[in-house]
């Protein structure tokens, strides 16, 4: 038969579940931690796409071919030439 579980063993069994109990606590706070930081870059993201769509906007409707004259090689040597 079986022997009763002894006082050792309930100790021993009380110490591992007073130690998955702080490292669940670690975890779950090392959770929230990281899902704060993915909040605040899923921010970051939003922010900057708002403004590349700005920028790309602003690049559409400016008229660059005013002021650049078209690059000819023949006449348009460099110096060192």
Known sequence: MSNPPSH???ATLCKVVEDLQVKMTFLDDLVEQLN???ARQNGEIVDLHKKMQF?????ES????????????????????
């Open 62 to 81: 400016a008229d660059l071919s005013e002021g650049i004259a078209p690059f000819d090689p023949l006449t348009n040597r460099p110096p060192h030439y």
């Open 36 to 38: 704060d930081q993915i």
């Open 8 to 10: 050792d063993d309930y």
């Open 55 to 59: 920028l790309y906007q602003r690049v």
